[in-house]
Structures are given as C-alpha cells and as structure tokens.
C-alpha cells in the first residue's frame, strides 16, 4: 500500500524509556471524515502515541498525511493537527478570554463566541471567569477550544472526557460528530462505551503492539481483551 492509498498513516511509531520499550512498530490508517480509538490499560502507551504524533515527545516512525510525513514536517502539522492532552494547559491566572486571545484574534474571538466553537463548547458563558476558580469542566472545554483555534484536520483527543459530569461529555460527543461531518479525523484515547460508539475503528495497545479490535459494542469482551 503506498503513502496515498489512505488520507492518514501512521507507520511503525516506536518509543523506549531506557531499557522499556513502549511502542513497538506501532501501525495503522484512517481516512478523513471519520474517528479511530486507541483503548488500553493505564500505562499501556496510549498518552505517549498521541504526544509522539503531536510532537510533544520524540519517537521514531512517521505520521504521513496526504502522502506526506508530518513527522519532518514540524511547521506543517502544527498547522495541521490539534492535540487535547489530559490536563489543561492553561494559565491560572488569566480568564477564559484572556486565555483564548492567545489563540484567537479578538474579531474570530467575538465570531466564535457568538456562532462557533467557543459558544458550542459553552466558554462563551465563563469569558471573565479566572482558570484558577473553574470547575473541571470548565477548564477542560476551555482547553478543547485553545487547541483546535487553527481548525486541526486532525485532532487528537487523550480521554477529553474522563472524570467530566454527563453534560461535558454530551458537548465532546457532539463535537466529534461535527467533525466528521467536517471531513476531518479524530484519533482518540477512551473507555467511554459512548465514544466509542462514535469510532470507525477500535485499536487495542497491549505490550507496545497495535492491533485492530472488532469492537461491537461489547465492553465486557473489549475488557476481556484489555487485561
């Protein structure tokens, strides 16, 4: 299969901590226009992938879109790829607002807020409220939205819903749908049986290998398969 036979490949990533090795050649492909899950147990490496294709951390493979590896193409995937690690990298002291000015310019801010994904996520209704007095929630759909300011193609989602109240985790739903239906891709770490139901394909990580899961649904046998 060459490089363009799908819209995104991700070849033969591998990772090692000293003598550990985490990742081990780790594969797949997905189009546009539809959502992969990566599912694991804790410290199976599901973090350290989504940071690798990211670029936050170093690992060796490449991240082809379009034919082309975004792994050597630094400037290329940031303008490409949005990445929603598990904690909310934001400054404490700023407000919402001031947060997102550092993202967004004040006229796409005020669109956003009124018809765009700033009011879809809701932030439109905490602007002035400080990080550092937000709930989990707040904090967390405030993150989603500074990382997909450019409009990512790609967004990589490590568990965006994990310890989120049912509201919060109904906004990431539908926020994954919308981008498919944008015709964009989303790769994401999850246990959530829901998004799951969102995924076009399921990979389980085990021992540093990827493998494809035939996911129907079953959480039991998905578990099963886990441990």
Known sequence: ???????IRIVNIQKSFGRKTV????????????CAAIVGANGSGKSTLLSILAGV??????????????????KKRSSLVGYIPQGAPLIQELSARDNLLLWFSPDRLKYESEHGVIKQFGVDEFLKV??????????????????????????????AAAALDLVCKQVIRDYIRSCKSQNKAIILSTHDEREL?????????????????????????LVEHIK
């Open 57 to 74: 951390q170093r690992g060796n493979g490449s991240f082809f879109y379009a034919g082309e590896d975004l792994m050597k193409n630094p």
């Open 23 to 34: 990742l081990k050649d780790v594969s797949f492909d997905m189009d546009l226009g539809s």
């Open 1 to 7: 299969m060459s490089e363009n036979d799908m819209d």
């Open 197 to 221: 139901a969102l995924c076009d394909k399921v990979y389980l990580l085990k021992g540093g290998e990827l493998s494809q899961f035939g996911y129907d649904g079953n959480i039991d046998k």
């Open 130 to 159: 400080p990080v550092r007095k937000m709930s989990g929630g707040m904090k967390k759909r405030l993150s989603i939205v500074c990382a997909v300011a450019n409009d990512p193609k790609i967004i990589l989602m490590d568990e």
